[in-house]
Every structure is written in structure tokens, then in C-alpha cells.
């Protein structure tokens, strides 16, 4: 595989993109479960560079983080992967140097299963969704840092302050804005950066190509979903088609049709579709914040397309988003300063943490904006902008895994993290306190530990641990579906467990590519 | 070197900071970074000549949490300066929308020069007001006091209507600088722009300013006005 600087044209201006073997996104990579892999990755580019294959369960030294796994990749230099494909399904792979991500390295991961599979399929695609800017990552990290609200054209305007005004009167209005206003937040501050800049891709091709997948009628397909995206979370359905889920994150699920699902940054989904008709359809994925969308066409004839629906209303946040308290308050200002999160015995496996909501002292300063007061466990929640669609929504709720759960211990102690950060300053962080300040967080290799996360932010974090499957705490203890990638819905909480059985250092972040820069841990299994 | 050298001397070193600290910001969580924001860059429409002005033009370089921090406003008609004062302070966040800043502030225009030993706090406070307040001290026991106020009131995205407000109050007279003690003058502007991009917004507005007290007596003694209305049209940028 070769790292190398390619010249795109997504938007009618050429750009220089960063590519894996020339192409945006990334070459598909077929494995087989089983296989033992030799990659050599070569890098022509003029700084340094990795690749990290994003829940594929590797040594740790072949995990591609600069600074954990490896020393990176030096410019000019070949670095050689080896390791033993130890799982199947849809996963995927991309930079971890800089904000490379961004500039076009991400490229999906399809493993072949040794057992034959729990469904059936006639045909299938990978529908890879991504985020291109035209501007420089680094350039928009800057522009975050200096005007938080740069990309964010759904702000408030006097307009609107004069229809609330005129529908429900001085009074009310008053009192729902009272607490925005108070707190120096915006209720429509959904995505950092927007489809200003971003155009959004299916494949590699924008809205207005479009990607296209045929199908001969009566087949059913498979559509291997991967949000290969910088900071964009999607909401993707197919109208006129129902999905039914099979595997989240790549690995198997008790099969769940719906008629759309959010997919956050780093998650994958397999769905089987079983189109009737000789009709095309619309494979439509919208931003979470309705700034725009990525599409595609399943046809059985290409001279043969589908409309394209229009895009929902912009989502607003609800008092629930923030965490507000309902009927009894948090504690605040306990326990010690240390990096490490409060650690006390767990309850039983299933139904998530019932430990009380600690904000530490390193939780207040100029680094953080809000502490959620009373966040909700809430995965039967589909999230801000798809409650109440109409639609059957996939929620977390929903994700059983097919088989039972490998470790079924209940967990020895729990760890409480919580996601913070300061929108207008744009600084993440973790408990407060930013990777460059933290301690790692540390787990002893075999034990069973519940990682309990609170979102202290209005903003969903999809959070991600390497090396370790996070068995999310969905409702049947028996059967947690393992997960990569875990969406932390802003002003709520949500559990998962984690076997230790990978010793190493490991990386655990928000895939938000500029969240992670500070909401980043070090985990170090010994 | 003439301070008004100086001055620009001091510029072209925020300025090339700039520069060379964009090459730094990769992967680093706080990269240093630079910022330069022209608040008000305005022709007034007065009965004499027209009066270029800038007011709250500033720059700053740093991190997120600790920052240099240039302030300048001044006047410019018939082909000289008649006001300049600038500030440099460091800045430091100490809560989570406030920032203290603390440094020097130099009147050079109208002469004689003054110096001042600065302390402010800048930040959003509820309801989204940007306020900066700050109080001076200088020299033979001077002391000043100065409140700035500024609200966003959009109109659409792009359309922005911003009220604004100065207050200053000196401690004692300064007959030299034409300052008198108590409230010595206070300003107030709206002003409508439209930002064809966020770093780039042409403005039109109106501008009225009044002197009070003894500083109203000197001006007048000077043959001077003590207040004015007056019509602006000018540029809101920053990079």
C-alpha cells in the first residue's frame, strides 16, 4: 500500500488529497477470517504517516497510533503490518497522523467469515459515507479556535425570536430562552463544522454524481455501511426500501428492520435489502445537522434513477440534550482530582450503571461549559433530530447480539469518565482534563470493568476504544452487542464492559477528528 | 525611533508571529495560534473632514488559554493622527467565558503621552453581551476607568445589527490630555453589516459621542465640539 499525495476535484476546484494506492477513499481490503496478513505500507508523502485498522483486534504494536502503537511512518519510509485476522465483518481503516483523515485516508475493511453466515445475500456493497473539505483540516481546526460558531449558519436570529414571540407570547419565550441565554450556549449548535465546507460523499462520489449499485429485482442485497467521516455523523435510509440490521460495527446482531438509522463517526452497519420492484431507490444519507447529504441509487438498470428526498427539518437541542435535571440534582464538586475516575464495585451485567454522577473538581475551569446534571441512560433514544420521525429508527436499544456474550461476568469495578469540553473556547477534553495533562488510564490484564461515560457536552462523541471490543450495555445481559465505536448522546450516559484481554497501549478518543486531539486517553492493559 | 514607529514596529511582529505559527498547528490539541480583528474601521461623516477611525482593532497570539494581546483604536483627519492609544496586555482565561488581562496602555495621540498599567477582564456574559471592562492606573497618581459593551443582534445569518457602548471615567483632571475627573465622555454606535464572509463584513451605522463634565469644559474652552451624530460606513474583518 502506498501513502502518496493525489490531485481531486470533488467540488470544481482541484485539490491535492492525501490517498492510499491514488484513490479517495481508500482501496476496499478483503480479508478472510483466519488469514495471517503482511502489509507493507509504503509512505511518499512528505511528513509522517500510519495506518490504523479501526476494531481489528491487533498487537498492539500493529495497532498504527503514533505515539502508542508506533513511532509512525517516516517520509519515505515503509512500515510492515503483520497480524492474524481473528474476526469477520465490515470494519475499516484510516490515518491516525494529524488530521489526515480529513484529506482522504479511509478505506473499508470487508473480512470473510469461516462460518458459513447467519443470513443470506445475493449481491453486496460497500457504502463507505465521508466528509471532503476543500480547506486544509488544520486550517479548520484554527477557525474553530478562533470563532467557534464559523460553520454554524442555523444560528438564531431575531426572526425567529419574533415567531416565538407572536405564538407563545413574552412570557414563555422568556423562560426557554432564560436558560440558553444564561448559559451562553446555542440550541442549534449540532455539528462543529458543516456543509459549508463539507460536501458529503457516498464512495467517493458527491450528491450530485451520486454513487450507483445495481440489483436484478427479487435479489436481496447487502449494503456494508462505514461512516469514514471527519466529524459527520449521518442519518441514512433507503425510502420505499426497509432495512433489516444484521451487524453493527461488524459484528453480527439479532437481525432489526427499520426504515433508517443514525450512524455515527467510526461505526459500521450491515443491512439486507430486498427490493420487490423494477424500481430504482435512493440510498440517502443525511447530515446529522441538515447542512446536506450524501446519496447513492440502488437500480436495476443505470438509465434508471430515483428522487431524491428532501432533507428534515433542522434538529434543535431539547433540555434533555443538556442533561437537565427532572426531578433531583447531581453532586457536584467531590471526591479527588485524580485522572482516574471515581472506581467503586459494579452492579450486574445488562442495564448500565446505577452509580451516582460525580463532576470532579479538574471539571471546573475555563476548560469545560457545562456539567450535565441529571444524564439519562437512554439507548432506546434514536437521538436529537430523529425522535418522532414517523420512521422506525434503529436505537441502541436495538442491538442484540446474535450469539451469547463470550465473557459473561459481571463487572469487577466501573470507571466513570466524563466527555467535557468548552464549545466557544473549542477545547475537549476528558473528566476536564486534555490528553497532553492526562494520566493513562490503567486496567489489569482478564478483568471485567464497566466503563460508564456521561456526556458533560451538547454534542454526541462518538468514542472509541482500540484493541478491546466495548460490549454496550444495550438491555440483554446476555447477549451486549460488541462495539468499536459507541455513540454518547449529549446530556447522557451509557455503559459498556470491557474484557482486558489484550495487553498493550492502547488509544480510546472521540472520533470527532477535532475532538481527539484532546479527548483522548492513553489505556495501558499490564 | 518615534513611538508611532514603534507602534507599527510592534504590529509587524504580531503579524509575522502569525505567519510563522501556522506552519506549527498539526495534530497538537493547542496549537499556538494568531488572530488579528478589526472591530470598527470606519469613515465618519462630521462637519469638518471626515475622520477615519478605528476602535477596537486587535490581535492577539497564544494559546487557549494564555494569550498576548494587542488592542489599538485611534483617529486619523487631515493627513495626521490626532488619536492613538494601544494596550498590550497578557490575557489569561480564568473562567469559562472570561478572560483577565492585565499590561499597558499608552495614550500617544493627543500628546503629552500617557501611560497606564491596565487591568480588565473581556469576556460573554449572560445573554450574550461581550464586555470588556477594565480600570487604568498612571502616572502622579492618575486613574481611568473603561467599560465597552457589544451585542449581535442577527437579523439573518449574514445580517447583523450591533449595538455598542464606551464609558470612560478619570480619577482625577488632566488638563493636559483635555480629560477632566468623573465621566468624561461616552459613546454609542449601531452598526449594520453583512458578512459576505464570517472574516469580512462592510458595515453602515450611526455613531454619537459626548463629552461630560470637566472634559466637556475643556473642549469647549478648546473651541472644540462636546458631542456629535454622526453617519459611518466602514469594515468589520478579522484573520
Redesign the interface.
Known amino acids: 500500500m502506498r501513502i502518496g499525495y493525489q490531485e481531486v476535484n470533488f467540488t470544481g476546484h482541484r485539490r491535492i488529497a492525501t490517498a492510499v494506492n491514488g484513490t479517495v477513499p481508500s482501496p476496499v481490503l478483503r480479508w478472510r477470517e483466519g488469514d495471517s496478513i503482511t502489509l507493507r505500507v509504503i509512505n511518499q508523502l512528505a511528513v509522517d504517516s500510519s495506518i490504523h485498522w479501526h476494531g481489528i483486534l491487533v498487537p498492539t504494536d500493529m495497532d498504527g497510533v503514533p505515539g502508542l502503537s508506533f513511532n509512525g511512518i517516516a517520509p519515505g519510509e515503509t512500515f510492515e503490518y503483520r497480524f492474524d485476522v481473528k474476526q469477520s465483518g465490515t470494519f475499516w481503516y484510516h490515518s491516525h497522523s494529524d488530521f489526515q483523515e480529513q484529506t482522504g485516508m479511509y478505506g473499508a475493511i470487508v473480512i470473510d467469515s469461516r462460518q458459513p453466515e447467519p443470513f443470506t445475500y445475493d449481491r453486496e456493497y460497500v457504502v463507505m459515507l465521508s466528509d471532503w473539505s476543500d480547506e486544509d483540516p488544520e486550517k479548520i481546526y484554527a477557525k474553530l479556535k478562533k470563532q467557534s460558531h464559523y460553520y454554524n449558519f442555523r444560528q438564531r436570529t431575531a426572526g425567529d425570536l419574533w415567531r416565538d414571540l407572536e405564538r407563545q407570547g413574552l412570557k414563555q419565550t422568556w423562560n426557554q430562552r432564560a436558560m440558553w441565554n444564561r448559559m451562553r450556549m446555542s440550541y442549534r449548535d449540532i455539528s462543529d463544522v458543516t456543509g459549508y465546507t463539507y460536501t458529503f460523499l457516498m464512495n467517493g462520489r458527491t450528491p450530485a454524481d451520486g454513487w450507483t449499485g445495481q440489483f436484478k429485482r427479487g435479489e436481496k442485497v447487502r449494503l456494508r455501511f462505514v461512516n469514514g467521516a471527519a466529524m459527520s455523523f449521518f442519518d441514512v435510509r433507503i425510502p420505499g426500501l426497509e432495512m433489516t440490521v444484521v451487524a453493527a460495527d461488524g459484528q453480527n446482531i439479532e437481525p432489526v428492520t427499520v426504515d433508517e438509522f443514525r450512524i455515527g463517526v467510526a461505526e459500521t452497519y450491515d443491512v439486507i435489502v430486498a427490493p420487490k420492484d423494477d424500481t430504482a431507490y435512493s440510498i440517502f444519507a443525511q447530515a446529522i445537522d441538515r447542512t446536506g447529504y450524501a446519496r447513492g441509487t440502488l437500480t436495476p438498470d443505470p438509465s434508471l434513477m430515483a428522487s431524491v428526498p428532501e432533507m428534515d427539518p433542522a434538529p434543535v437541542l431539547t433540555h434533555a440534550d443538556m442533561g437537565m435535571a427532572m426531578d433531583h440534582g447531581a453532586i457536584d464538586h467531590s471526591m479527588h482530582d485524580m485522572d482516574n475516575a471515581a472506581v467503586t464495585t459494579a452492579g450486574r451485567v445488562g442495564h448500565g450503571s446505577t452509580e451516582p454522577i460525580v463532576h470532579r473538581a479538574t471539571e471546573f475551569g475555563p476548560q469545560v461549559d457545562m456539567r450535565a446534571e441529571d444524564p439519562q441512560y437512554r439507548p432506546d433514544d434514536p437521538g436529537i433530530g430523529l425522535r418522532d420521525n414517523g420512521r422506525r429508527v434503529l436505537t441502541y436499544a436495538d442491538l442484540s447480539n446474535l450469539y451469547p456474550s463470550p465473557d459473561p461476568r459481571d463487572p469487577e469495578r466501573e470507571i466513570q469518565l466524563h466527555l467535557t469540553g468548552n464549545m466557544a473556547r473549542y477545547m475537549w477534553s476528558v473528566n476536564g482534563i486534555k490528553f497532553a495533562d492526562s494520566e493513562p488510564l490503567e486496567l489489569e490484564y482478564g478483568e471485567r470493568v464497566r466503563i460508564t461515560l456521561v456526556n458533560d457536552t451538547m454534542m454526541n462523541h462518538p468514542m472509541h476504544l482500540h484493541g478491546m471490543w466495548s460490549d454496550l450495555e444495550s438491555g440483554d445481559g446476555a447477549h451486549l452487542p460488541r462495539k468499536h465505536t459507541v455513540i454518547v448522546q449529549p446530556g447522557s450516559k451509557i455503559s459498556y464492559l470491557v474484557t482486558a484481554d489484550a495487553r498493550g497501549t492502547w488509544a480510546y478518543h472521540c472520533h470527532l477528528l477535532f475532538h481527539m486531539p484532546g479527548m483522548f486517553r492513553t489505556v495501558i492493559v499490564s | 525611533m518615534k513611538p508611532i514607529k514603534k507602534h507599527i514596529c510592534i504590529g509587524l511582529l504580531f503579524g509575522s508571529l502569525g505567519v510563522w505559527t501556522?506552519a506549527l498547528?498539526?495534530?497538537?490539541?493547542?496549537?499556538v495560534?494568531a488572530?488579528v480583528m478589526i472591530g470598527q474601521l470606519e469613515m465618519r461623516a462630521a462637519s469638518g473632514d471626515n475622520p477615519l477611525v478605528w476602535d477596537d482593532v486587535q490581535a492577539w497570539v497564544g494559546k487557549?488559554?494564555n494569550k498576548l494581546w494587542l488592542k489599538t483604536e485611534g483617529e486619523y483627519v487631515n493627513n495626521r493622527v490626532e488619536e492613538l492609544e494601544i494596550q498590550l496586555l497578557y490575557s489569561r482565561?480564568?473562567?469559562?467565558?472570561?478572560d483577565l488581562q492585565a499590561g499597558w496602555r499608552r495614550n500617544i495621540r493627543p500628546e503629552p503621552t500617557r501611560d497606564w498599567l491596565a487591568l480588565g477582564f473581556k469576556g460573554?456574559a449572560?445573554?450574550?453581551f461581550d464586555i470588556d471592562a477594565a480600570v487604568f492606573i498612571g502616572e502622579s497618581g492618575r486613574t481611568a476607568a473603561r467599560l465597552e459593551g457589544e451585542y449581535q443582534?442577527?437579523?439573518?445569518?449574514?445580517l447583523i445589527l450591533t449595538p455598542d457602548l464606551e464609558i470612560n471615567w478619570y480619577g482625577k483632571d488632566d488638563v493636559g490630555a483635555g480629560i477632566g475627573s468623573g465621566l468624561s465622555d461616552m459613546e454609542l454606535g449601531l452598526r449594520l453589516r453583512y458578512e459576505i464572509r464570517?472574516e469580512f463584513a462592510p458595515y453602515v451605522g450611526v455613531n454619537w459621542w459626548k463629552k461630560f463634565g470637566d472634559t466637556g469644559d475643556f473642549a469647549r474652552a478648546a473651541g472644540e465640539k462636546t458631542d456629535d451624530f454622526q453617519w459611518v460606513i466602514g469594515l468589520r474583518a478579522?484573520f
Do not use: N
Not at chain 2, 482565561?93 to 472570561?98: E, G, V
Open positions: 501556522a498547528a498539526a495534530m497538537e490539541d493547542d496549537p495560534l488572530k487557549d488559554l482565561a480564568l473562567t469559562t467565558y472570561w460573554l449572560p445573554y450574550f443582534l442577527l437579523f439573518t445569518q449574514r464570517r478579522w
